[in-house]
C-alpha cells in the first residue's frame, strides 16, 4: 500500500468517524476501558514479573528461611546460632549475611530522630552489590565482636536529616546513646525494604546500619529466631542444590537442637519472596481485564456489525465504480484500527489515572510500588494490544461489508426481524460471548466481596473504637537498666492516664494487626513431648497493668498484669483461652506452670490469668497460643503504648505525646495511629481486589449492556418494514414486544450457560483468595445470574418498546 492510498484511508476513516460521533464515542470509550485497565494492571506484573531486582545478577539472590509444617509455620526467621551452622558447612554461597531490624534514637545533630534501620553484617552490601556515595560501606573488621561500632545511612536519610552535608563522613552521633562515628553515605540508587527482605522488627525501609558482631551471647541464643539472612549463590550453582545441602544441614540442626520432625531450614529465591504473595491475585486481576478487553473487542465488533448493515449500499456503489473487494477491505480496516488508536491513547490516560490511584491508597498488597509507572516495555505493550485489538474487532465487520454482494445490496430496502437473528449469527455469538465473560467476572467480584463481609465480621478479640497507638524505643544512658525501664512506663501510666478524657492506657511489646509479633519454644509442666510430636512453640507478648483493659481484652479466669507484678516479685503469665485449652481442656490454666526454652536456666513460671483470644496476624489468619508476660518482668526495649480516649482518638495523640516528651523530651515518639486505621490497614490487601474484581465486573456489565441494546436497537431499525407487516397483518404491540425482547433474552440464556460453566472452572484459582465462602458458591453463581438476565431484558426492553410503537403505514411506506 503506498503511502498516498494510506493516508486517504486516513482520511476517510475520519470522515467516517464524524459521520457518527455517537458509535465512536462508544467504541472509543469502551476500548479506553479495556486497555486501559489491561495497561494498569500490565505494569504491576512488569514490575513483579519480568523487571528485574536492582541488584547484581538477582537470580543468584535468596533468603534463608525456617519452616516447620508441623506448627503451622511456612516461614520463619533463623537464629544466629543456626547462621553460624549455615555458614561453617556452606559450599554453595559465595556470600552469607545476618541482619536484625532495629530502631534506633539518634541525637547529636538537631533534634532527636528516630531512624529504622538494620544491624547487619559487613557481608549485605557486597551481597547487594551496596556502593558508597561518600565515605565507605561496612567492612569485615566493623563485624569483629569487641571492635568500635560505626555507622552507614542512605542518601535518603542524609539529605532529609543532614542536608546533604558531606562533612557527616567522620562525625559523631549518638545512637540509643552511644557515640558512633558515621563512616559512609550509600548511593541514592540504593534501595532495601521489608518488600525485598524481611525486617523483622522494623516497621519500615531502613534508613541506618550499623554492624551486628556476633558474640558469644548471640551465636549461644539458639532459639533467638528473630533474624533475616540473606544468601548469594555461587556462580555455576543452582538454587536445587543449595537446597539439597541444606536439607543435610536441617537434619544437623534437627537431632542436634531437638526441632520439631517438620523442621527444615528453606532457600526462597528474593524475586519469590518479593511477588510470591501477591502472585495469584496479580494474575487473577491479569485474567480479569484481558476478559474485559474481550468484551470491549466484541461490543466494537458487534456496534461495526449492526452499521455495516447500513453501509453495505454504501460499499456495494463503491464496488460498482470500480474498488475492488481487498482495496474496500483494508480501507475499512483501516477505520477499525484508527478507533483503536484512539482507544489506546485514552486507555494510556484512564492507566495512567490508576496507577496513581493505587499509589494514593497504598493498598497494602504491591510490593515495589514505587518502580510502577508507564515505562517502555508497559508503553510498549500498549501499542501491541491497540493494533491488535484493532485487527481482532474489525476483521469481521471489514470482511461483511466488503463481501457484500452488490446486486442484492443495491436492491435492498429491509429486512426482516427474524431472518435478521439468523442470518447474522456472528452478532449473536459476539453478544453471548460478552454475557459470559460478564458474568466469570461477576462471578469472581461477587465471591470477593462474600469474602470480604465476612471477614470484616470476623471478631479481632478486643475493642479498636477509641483507641490511639505509638511506639517509643528506650536506649541511652537514661535507659541502661530495668529500673528505669519499669519507672518510666509507671510515670507514663500515671502521667498519661491524668489527662482530660483518658479512659486508660497501655503498653504492650507485640500490638495486634500492626505486623509484628514474635513466639518461642515452651515447657508446659506435667507435659511431655513425644519425639515424632511438633515442638511447643507460642506467641509471646510483653505487657503492661492496664493494656488489656485498654484494648478490652476479656479476663476469663484469674487476674490481670498489676503493679504488684516488678521484677522482684515471682514470674508470672497470663495465657489466652486457646492455650489454656491446649493443655487443659476445661481451660482452667490459673495456677499451672510453663517456661521458656530459649535457654536452660529459664525458671518456671505461674499462670495466673487466661484471656480472650486476639487476631494477631489478620482477621483471616489462624491464631496461636499466646503468653503474655508483665513488662516489668521481661521488658522489651521497643515498646508499642496504647491509650482509650473518650474524644477522637487521632486529635487526643498530640496531648498524649506531649505528655511523654514531659518525661524525657529526647525520646522520639513515632508510628501514631488509631487501632481502627490498624484493623482498616489489615484488610487492604482483600479491600484492594474486592473493589478492583468488582469495577472490572462493572465495566464488563455496562460494555455488555451496551452492545446488547445496540445489537437489539439495529436489529429493529434494520426490521422496521416487517415489523409493519406484522402490525398490518393484526399483530399487536405486545406480540412485537415479547418478540423482540425475546431474541435479547434468547442470548441471555446461552450467555450466562456458557459464562456458569467458564466461571465454574475459573474460580477455581481464587480459592485461596477466599475466606468463609467457597469457589462454587451457589448463591453467587444464582444471583449473578439473575442479575445479567435483568440487564439483559432492561437492555431488550427500550428498542423492543420502541419497535411496539411503530406505525405500521408509516413503516410500510419506507419501502
Known amino acids: 500500500m503506498s503511502f498516498d492510498i494510506a493516508m486517504h484511508d486516513l482520511r476517510y476513516a475520519l470522515r467516517a468517524m464524524r459521520r457518527a460521533p455517537a458509535l465512536t464515542a462508544v467504541i472509543v470509550l469502551s476500548l479506553a476501558i479495556g486497555i486501559g485497565a489491561n495497561t494498569a494492571i500490565f505494569s504491576v506484573a512488569e514490575v513483579l514479573f519480568l523487571k528485574p531486582l536492582p541488584y547484581p545478577n538477582p537470580e543468584q539472590l535468596c533468603l534463608l528461611f525456617l519452616k516447620i509444617p508441623g506448627l503451622g509455620i511456612q516461614r520463619d526467621w533463623p537464629s544466629p546460632g543456626e547462621f553460624v551452622d549455615i555458614q561453617s558447612q556452606n559450599r554453595w554461597f559465595s556470600?552469607?549475611?545476618?541482619?536484625?531490624?532495629?530502631?534506633?534514637?539518634?541525637t547529636g545533630r538537631g533534634d532527636p530522630v528516630r531512624m529504622e534501620?538494620?544491624?547487619?553484617?559487613?557481608?549485605?552490601?557486597?551481597?547487594?552489590?551496596?556502593?558508597?556515595?561518600?565515605?565507605?560501606?561496612?567492612?569485615?573488621?566493623?563485624?569483629?565482636?569487641?571492635?568500635?561500632?560505626?555507622?552507614?545511612?542512605?542518601?535518603?536519610?542524609?539529605?532529609?536529616?543532614?542536608?546533604?552535608?558531606?562533612?557527616?563522613?567522620?562525625?559523631?552521633?549518638?545512637?540509643?546513646?552511644?557515640?558512633?562515628?558515621?563512616?559512609g553515605v550509600l548511593n541514592s540508587d540504593f534501595a532495601l525494604n521489608g518488600d525485598v527482605m524481611p525486617m523483622t522488627s522494623a516497621i519500615g525501609q531502613p534508613e541506618m546500619f550499623i554492624p551486628l558482631q556476633l558474640s558469644r551471647m548471640y551465636i549461644d541464643a539458639r532459639f533467638w529466631e528473630s533474624f533475616s539472612v540473606i544468601a548469594r549463590l555461587k556462580p555455576g550453582v543452582s538454587m536445587a542444590s543449595a537446597q539439597a545441602g541444606l536439607d543435610v544441614i536441617s537434619a544437623r540442626i534437627r537431632e542436634q537442637d531437638k526441632r520439631d520432625p517438620s523442621f527444615s531450614i528453606v532457600a526462597v529465591p528474593m524475586n519469590e519472596q518479593v511477588?510470591?504473595?501477591?502472585?495469584?491475585?496479580?494474575?487473577?486481576?491479569?485474567?480479569?481485564?484481558?476478559?474485559?478487553?474481550?468484551?470491549?473487542c466484541a461490543n466494537a465488533a458487534n456496534l461495526l456489525l449492526s452499521r455495516a448493515v447500513s453501509r453495505e449500499k454504501e460499499a456495494a456503489i463503491r464496488a460498482a465504480v470500480g474498488s475492488g473487494k481487498g482495496r474496500l477491505f483494508l480501507q475499512l480496516l483501516t477505520e477499525s484500527m484508527v478507533l483503536s488508536v484512539c482507544g489506546g491513547v485514552a486507555g494510556i490516560v484512564l492507566a495512567e489515572g490508576l496507577i496513581a490511584l493505587a499509589r494514593v491508597i497504598q493498598p497494602g498488597?504491591?510490593?515495589?510500588?514505587?518502580?510502577?509507572?508507564?515505562?517502555?516495555?508497559?508503553?510498549?505493550?500498549?501499542?501491541?494490544?491497540?493494533?491488535?485489538?484493532?485487527?481482532?474487532?474489525?476483521?469481521?465487520?471489514?470482511?461483511?461489508i466488503s463481501r457484500a454482494d452488490l446486486n442484492v445490496a443495491l436492491r435492498a430496502s429491509g429486512r426482516g426481524l427474524s431472518s435478521s437473528v439468523k442470518s447474522d449469527k456472528l452478532r449473536g455469538v459476539l453478544v453471548v460471548v460478552e454475557i459470559a465473560f460478564s458474568l466469570i467476572l461477576l462471578v469472581g467480584a461477587g465471591l470477593l466481596a462474600q469474602s470480604f463481609i465476612r471477614l470484616q465480621a470476623v471478631p479481632p478479640g478486643f475493642d479498636a473504637s477509641h483507641v490511639v497507638s505509638f511506639m517509643v524505643t528506650l536506649r541511652g544512658p537514661n535507659y541502661n537498666s530495668l529500673r528505669k525501664w519499669t519507672q518510666f512506663f509507671d510515670l507514663m501510666?500515671?502521667?498519661?492516664?491524668?489527662?482530660?478524657?483518658?479512659?486508660?492506657?497501655?503498653?504492650?511489646?507485640?500490638?495486634?494487626?500492626?505486623g509484628t509479633g514474635g513466639w518461642s519454644g515452651i515447657e508446659?509442666?506435667?507435659?511431655?513431648?513425644?519425639?515424632?510430636?511438633?515442638?511447643?512453640?507460642?506467641d509471646q507478648r510483653n505487657a503492661t497493668p492496664g493494656y488489656f483493659n485498654t484494648l478490652r481484652i476479656p479476663l476469663l479466669r484469674g487476674r490481670l498484669v498489676t503493679e504488684t507484678d516488678t521484677a522482684d516479685s515471682p514470674k508470672v503469665a497470663v495465657v489466652d483461652e486457646k492455650f489454656a485449652r491446649r493443655f487443659w481442656p476445661d481451660g482452667n490454666a490459673v495456677g499451672k506452670r510453663l517456661r521458656l526454652t530459649v535457654n536452660k536456666v529459664n525458671p518456671w513460671i505461674e499462670i495466673v490469668g487466661v484471656v480472650g483470644v486476639v487476631k494477631q496476624y489478620g482477621l483471616d489468619a489462624d491464631t496461636r497460643m499466646t503468653v503474655y508476660f508483665p513488662q516489668a518482668q521481661f521488658p522489651i526495649s521497643t515498646t508499642y503504648i496504647v491509650a482509650r480516649t473518650t474524644p477522637?482518638?487521632?486529635?487526643?495523640?498530640?496531648?498524649?505525646?506531649?505528655?511523654?516528651?514531659?518525661?524525657?523530651?529526647?525520646?522520639?515518639?513515632?508510628?501514631v495511629r488509631t487501632m481502627e486505621d490498624r484493623l482498616a490497614d489489615s484488610l487492604a490487601r482483600q479491600r484492594f481486589a474486592m473493589s478492583m474484581l468488582g469495577a472490572f465486573a462493572g465495566f464488563a456489565v455496562i460494555l455488555a449492556v451496551v452492545g446488547i441494546y445496540g445489537v437489539v436497537s439495529y436489529?429493529?431499525?434494520?426490521?422496521?418494514?416487517?415489523?409493519?407487516?406484522r402490525m398490518a397483518l393484526g399483530a399487536l404491540p405486545n406480540n412485537i414486544l415479547g418478540l423482540v425482547v425475546g431474541q435479547g433474552m434468547k442470548l441471555a440464556v446461552a450467555g450466562v450457560a456458557a459464562g456458569l460453566l467458564g466461571a465454574f472452572a475459573l474460580t477455581r484459582v481464587m480459592e485461596s483468595l477466599l475466606f468463609g465462602v467457597h469457589a462454587g458458591d451457589a448463591v453467587t453463581f444464582l444471583s449473578a445470574a439473575v442479575l445479567l438476565g435483568v440487564v439483559t431484558l432492561a437492555a431488550s426492553y427500550v428498542p423492543a418498546r420502541r419497535a411496539s410503537r411503530v406505525n405500521p403505514i408509516t413503516a410500510l411506506r419506507e419501502d
Open 95 to 106: 556470600e552469607m549475611s545476618i541482619a536484625l531490624g532495629d530502631s534506633f534514637n539518634v
Open 117 to 183: 534501620g538494620l544491624m547487619a553484617s559487613s557481608a549485605l552490601f557486597r551481597i547487594l552489590g551496596a556502593k558508597a556515595l561518600i565515605g565507605r560501606t561496612l567492612l569485615p573488621e566493623d563485624d569483629r565482636p569487641g571492635n568500635p561500632s560505626v555507622a552507614v545511612i542512605t542518601y535518603g536519610a542524609w539529605k532529609r536529616l543532614y542536608g546533604g552535608d558531606s562533612g557527616i563522613v567522620g562525625q559523631v552521633v549518638n545512637i540509643n546513646g552511644r557515640a558512633t562515628p558515621v563512616v
Open 275 to 296: 511477588a510470591g504473595g501477591v502472585r495469584r491475585i496479580t494474575l487473577v486481576l491479569l485474567a480479569s481485564v484481558a476478559f474485559v478487553l474481550l468484551i470491549a
Open 365 to 400: 498488597n504491591i510490593p515495589r510500588v514505587g518502580e510502577i509507572g508507564l515505562n517502555g516495555p508497559v508503553l510498549l505493550f500498549t501499542c501491541a494490544i491497540s493494533l491488535l485489538t484493532g485487527v481482532f474487532f474489525g476483521v469481521f465487520p471489514a470482511l461483511r
Open 493 to 514: 501510666r500515671t502521667r498519661v492516664a491524668a489527662l482530660p478524657g483518658v479512659e486508660s492506657v497501655g503498653a504492650t511489646s507485640s500490638l495486634p494487626l500492626a
Open 524 to 538: 508446659v509442666e506435667g507435659f511431655e513431648r513425644k519425639p515424632n510430636q511438633p515442638e511447643l512453640q507460642a
Open 648 to 671: 477522637d482518638p487521632a486529635t487526643a495523640a498530640p496531648a498524649l505525646i506531649r505528655e511523654i516528651h514531659s518525661l524525657d523530651p529526647l525520646l522520639p515518639v513515632y508510628g
Open 715 to 725: 436489529l429493529v431499525t434494520q426490521s422496521t418494514h416487517d415489523i409493519g407487516v
